[in-house]
């Protein structure tokens, strides 16, 4: 440090090097917070409203249909139903969406679930069952 | 009633310590208030408290705290869609979970501005330390006045040798009143402290 | 490298009382300034602490740190709020990595531009963390580049400030001079 009027002040390594591994860091930050996309979320319509959840907290959602609530659960990044008043339940086995695109449906209830954020280029573009 | 006679008249009527450990129990009770409404009751009842005790309250500056905090909440949606408006969307959880941090991170303030003053003062060695860097915070403050922007530093440093020297080991501790006689107030915190407490309890039955 | 210390234990009580006092005095002209997220600082307080580091030993330099929090707590009436957290977190934070890289690096490899900047970005970070989990929440994310980018820039610019006050003051002179012994 300066000690008193003297030789100039001049940066010193250590200096340097922390002011670099700072700009670094507030760069890498701002390309990966703003320059990436959303985080995946759960969007759930039915004609009741919209619903939206983040893929990354786990939880039980309820969304209301005409024949009755739904549930929706999300865990472990993805999301699916595991009730419906819907007579057959066919869409309690349509799987799980997790990838930006992916959607569900219970048709007799009219709740429909699609995921928007973050897409995989390297995964399948869809999958028949 | 201005704001320093308001000030005055609250130093009158309570005792720095109960005063403190009343907020401090009130601040305990706001963290385990269930449910937006009651941080909202809560943060009202704290306002007032805090613009009674006479301390500097600015709703504009708690307003842009708030609309910050909730804003910043809605930036992650969450729930059910309540509001779409061009870019601008707002679900109905994010809102809640706003307006709930926002609620209390703003009613904390406001129990502290109503029951701390630099009246309070703290125990022991660390406490006698303390009182003895604010002699000296009020002989810098007597000295601000003689710093000029067109000699900044020289002015600055100059303050800075004066107050130093100046302290020389003659700051003995303060004898005389602690300030923790009784005070007329004094007997209205207990019940106030239990008020909280009980309305706390109640919500969290209710639930 | 001559010893940064003062001499006696009361020239040490002495020194603490007075830079505490300073971050008082530099906490409220900070305060008055305009800010854009309530929690988010220049660092003006944290320059008394910043020269602690070569002039005080580590039991009063760790209790100027508690005594700028607590004291600035408490005269603006926020000891029981989350402010009074973020503040003691970010202190806390900023005192420890400036004073670790001193003494780790010594004056000869890092001046004041460097403790600085490494104790503004460290203090916001903590600030940050903290914010995740008691305010922002998930959204917390969007203000980490704005926390590491003002930890930048005010650590540069107060650290600048630092230097050209080291090298002007007759105050920091004096009590250096002291401690070496030579008033």
Known sequence: MNAGPGPRFRLKVLDAAIILAAAGAFAASAVAVYGGPAPSRAVISSERGEWTYPLGTDRVVSVDGPLGPTLVEIRDGAAFFIDSPCRNKTCLSSGHAEHAGDWIACLPNGVFLRVEGESGDDQLDATVR | ?207 | MTSSMPRSASEKRRLAAFLAALAFFLSAVEYMLPRPVPFMRVGLANLPILFAVELLPWGWYLALALVKVAGMSLLTGSLFSYVAVFSLAGTMASALVMRGLYALAGPKAISWVGLCVAGAVASNLTQALLARVIVFGESARYMIPAFLGLGLVSGLVLGVFAELFSARSAWLAGVRGRRDGQA
């Open chain 2, 1 to 207: 009633m201005g704001r320093l006679e308001r000030r005055e008249r609250w130093e009158a009527a309570f005792s720095p310590v109960p005063l403190a450990l009343s907020g401090a129990f009130l601040s305990l009770c706001l963290l385990f208030m269930p449910g937006l409404a009651g941080r909202a009751a809560f943060f009202a009842a704290a306002s007032f408290a805090a613009w009674l005790s006479g301390r500097k309250v600015s709703p504009l500056a708690a307003l842009v705290v708030i609309a910050g905090i909730v804003g910043a909440n809605l930036l992650v949606p969450v729930g059910r869609l309540i509001l779409a408006w061009g870019p601008l969307r707002i679900h109905q959880e994010s809102l809640y979970q706003g307006l709930e941090k926002a609620l209390t991170f703003e009613a904390l303030v406001m129990v502290s501005k109503a029951s701390l003053g630099p009246s309070l003062r703290l125990p022991g060695r660390f406490g006698s330390f303390f009182a003895e860097a604010l002699r000296c915070y009020d002989r810098i403050l007597e000295r601000k006045a003689t710093v000029r922007a067109a000699t900044f530093f020289k002015d600055i440093d100059d303050a800075l040798v004066s107050v130093y020297d100046g302290m020389d080991g003659t700051d003995a501790a303060p004898s005389g009143d602690p300030g923790n006689r009784g005070r007329p107030g004094d007997r209205f915190l207990p019940f106030a402290a239990l008020a909280a407490g009980l309305a706390v309890a109640l919500a969290v039955i209710a639930r």
